[in-house]
Structure formats: structure tokens, C-alpha cells
């Protein structure tokens, strides 16, 4: 059984950082590309970043490049965000997804929240 597990969320001031977990299982995480996707209340899904399985290649939407830092640890299944220079409008529930191919995904975490606020 496929499972995503995120952990890392929390609340934040403007400014600060947080990092964010995805512990996966049930598959051959290092063959697959990884997401962060966010969901800001009452707004749709929005994609935050990507890495590829092979090649660690990253990706990020405009709002966070420089700002988000994507990485994996294939040895331990895990996924990761770093989240640093937090604004309020980061403020969102974070999920990892597994994408089995570009810009699709199969499989979802149950998210982790994070708020940035003072």
C-alpha cells in the first residue's frame, strides 16, 4: 500500500522557517518524481515544486524559487521542503504527491499545515 506521510508544519512568524517531511512506503520511492502541492484556505491546489527521480533535477513555482528548497533522500525514502523567508501567503496545507509522470499524481499525503503569521 502506497503511503505519504507529511510532518514539519506549524506556525510561523513572517520570516522564519520551518522544514517539511515525506515519509514514504509501499513503493520504489527512488523511481518516481516527487511534488509539494499547497491549498491556501478556500483557494484550489496550487504546485510548489518538484524533484525527478534520476537526475534530482528541481522545480518551483515563481512565488517560492529562491526561497523553497526541494531535496530526497532516497536511502531513506524521505522528501523534503525547506521553507525559508516565510510571508503570510505561504500560509497553507502542504501535501506531498507522487507523480508518476510530469504534472500528473497518483498519490497524496494527508498534508501537514503550515501558518506564517504574527
Known amino acids: 500500500e502506497v503511503q505519504l506521510v507529511e510532518s514539519g508544519g506549524g506556525m510561523v512568524q513572517p520570516g522564519g522557517s520551518l522544514r517539511l517531511s515525506c515519509a514514504a512506503s509501499?513503493?520504489?520511492?527512488?523511481?518516481?518524481?516527487m511534488n509539494w502541492v499547497r491549498q491556501a484556505p478556500g483557494k484550489g491546489h496550487e504546485w510548489v515544486s518538484a524533484?525527478?527521480?534520476?537526475?534530482?533535477?528541481?522545480y518551483y513555482t515563481d512565488s517560492v524559487k529562491g526561497r523553497f528548497t526541494i531535496s530526497r533522500d532516497n536511502a531513506k525514502n524521505t522528501l523534503y521542503l525547506q521553507m525559508n523567508s516565510l510571508k503570510p501567503e505561504d500560509t497553507a496545507l502542504y501535501y506531498c504527491?507522487?507523480?508518476?509522470?510530469?504534472?500528473?499524481?497518483?498519490?497524496w499525503g494527508q498534508g501537514t499545515q503550515v501558518t506564517v503569521s504574527s
Open positions: 509501499g513503493f520504489t520511492f527512488s523511481s518516481y518524481d
Open positions: 504527491a507522487r507523480a508518476p509522470t510530469w504534472a500528473t499524481h497518483d498519490y
Open positions: 524533484i525527478k527521480s534520476g537526475c534530482f533535477s528541481t
